[in-house]
């Protein structure tokens, strides 16, 4: 196989990426692979300094470290750690960074996106359609169009009926 950097050389190294939960390889020689290699390792050094410098100019309310709850005293620091809150206050004192660690952590995504035991997947997709449905039906009411209104009532009524594991909220 030709390496599929410079389209010149035998390609005998396997590179795979993982991104969006997809794999795609890469055929590379080995003078090609070295040269990823060199540049993967500049871009974490240049990486590696600008984390230096942002250390340098740390404010207390950007330092991981200096961040605490005012009630139990566990740190951002130690909530990183241990992926675990001290206690409920901690949800409000580290609301930004634990948005941007979840975030993180799902690529991206602000809901949960692992994975869902098959018993429970219609009533999720229930769940979630019905938190669709009464949000419509409280823009409309506010529009005060009553008629589009009543269809999506009727809609929220059906979705309860039908719903096995529906809750009345």
């Known amino acids: 196989m030709i390496c599929q950097s410079c389209g010149e050389n035998e390609a005998n190294i396997e590179i795979r990426h993982e991104f969006n939960g997809q794999t795609f390889s890469v055929f590379l020689c080995k003078a090609c692979a070295e040269a990823q290699s060199m ?20 404010t ?3 330092d991981i470290a200096l961040l605490e709850c005012e009630y139990c005293g566990m740190s951002l620091q130690a909530v990183m750690e241990s992926s675990k809150l001290g206690c409920e206050h ?3 004192r580290f609301d930004g960074k634990l948005m941007q660690m979840i975030e993180r952590a799902q690529n991206g995504n602000k809901g949960h996106v692992g994975k869902v035991p098959l018993a429970e997947r219609d009533v999720l997709a229930g769940k979630q359609q019905l938190s669709v449905l009464q949000d419509r039906i409280t823009l409309l009411v506010a529009e005060e169009a009553f008629e589009e209104a009543a269809v999506v009532r009727d809609q929220i009524r059906a979705l309860k009926e039908d719903g096995a594991g529906l809750d009345e909220e």
């Open 39 to 58: 540049a993967y390792m500049e871009e974490q050094v240049t990486e590696n300094n600008i984390d230096f410098l942002s250390l340098l100019q740390k």
């Open 60 to 62: 207390p309310e950007n």
């Open 90 to 92: 901690c949800y409000e």
